[in-house]
């Protein structure tokens, strides 16, 4: 086995599947609280521009991720606020907010195409990063990969074994018995939805700051779609989220490794393998029987009007 090519492989993998992961599971907190926000990709692109240009005006790419994460979450606020408020069609609202986010990312971006930046470098932890393979892999990356990799297990934790996460999961499933509860549905459904868009915007700002620094127009590259895909793929469990991201990042990034050992696969056919996949599964994820069987929130898309069921 050619151990160098699979441990690039695999490097490529967690750097590519990094943003995807990031913005997966925002998405997964917004829809087990009930709310479809289908402006993942324009929440990116936002996230993504003001996390460039904040840490090139700053030199800090710390406070260029913390602008990007607060400029998602603000995002966010809006499809809240129509979809929950004003009880709105959600998928027309996060269609929306993707086209917002898309024209004017391009907007405020147009000066700051090509400029060089600030970006994350890699740290590598004592003993750890020494250990062979695994080591060059897990434990010399840069901090937004070592965060993600403690976000996934924390976000797993927080849902199946906390009260909090039983409340959002009671929101998610059944809104009018979480209220009769006395658990306050309309502000965890903004809180949650918050929290998705500060992690789309963190998962934006992981491509300008650390996987490809810089800006250009539209780079996310549909990550957000693949995100929302990933979610119901993932079944809403941040574990298999994890999983998916990486195995997205990896077909990804397989399509360099197999044009350095001459295959003649077409490149473009890798591609969209991704994209793909990402239409098939929601495809096939919007019979309702099939959300039912594969676990999807019993309330999710459903605006909640208190007092009736």
């Known amino acids: 086995m050619d151990w160098v ?6 490097i490529a993998a967690i750097r590519a599947g990094t943003p995807i992961l990031y913005a997966t ?3 997964i907190f917004a829809e087990r609280s009930g709310v479809l926000n289908l402006g993942v990709e324009g929440m990116m692109l936002m996230g993504a521009v003001s996390g460039f240009i904040v840490g090139l005006k700053t030199g800090s790419p710390w406070l260029g991720a913390l602008a990007a994460m607060l400029v998602g979450g603000a995002m966010s606020l809006i499809h809240a606020f129509v979809s929950i408020t004003l009880r709105g069609d959600q998928v027309v609202s996060g269609l929306a907010l993707t086209l917002f986010g898309s024209g004017l990312s391009a907007l405020i ?11 994350f470098t890699a740290w590598k932890i004592p003993v750890l990063g020494d250990i062979p393979f695994v080591g060059e892999i897990l434990f010399q990356r840069d901090p937004l990969v070592y965060f993600s990799f403690l976000l996934f297990p924390a976000a797993w934790y927080f849902i199946y ?39 789309a915007g963190l998962g934006g700002a992981t491509i300008s700051l650390s996987y490809t620094p810089g800006w250009i127009e539209g780079m996310t590259a549909g990550r957000g779609w693949i995100a929302v895909g990933l979610v119901i793929f993932a079944f809403w469990d941040p574990l298999r989220a994890a999983l998916g991201s990486y195995l997205f990042g990896g077909v990804n990034s397989l399509q360099f490794g197999l044009q350095t050992k001459g295959v003649t696969i077409p490149i473009y056919f890798l591609q969209m393998m991704p994209y793909l996949f990402t239409i098939l599964v929601l495809i096939f994820a919007t019979r309702e029987r099939v959300r039912r069987r594969i676990g999807a929130p019993a309330a999710l898309g459903i605006p909640y009007v208190r007092g009736q069921r």
């Open 5 to 10: 090519f699979l441990s690039a492989t695999l």
């Open 25 to 27: 599971i925002g998405e």
């Open 109 to 119: 971006g147009k000066p700051y195409v090509g400029v060089p930046g600030v970006r």
């Open 161 to 199: 074994r906390t009260r909090p996460g039983l409340h959002l999961r009671a929101v998610g499933e059944d809104p009018a018995t979480a209220d009769a509860a006395g658990i306050n549905v309309f502000r965890l459904r903004y809180l949650y939805t918050f929290v998705g868009g500060m992690l």
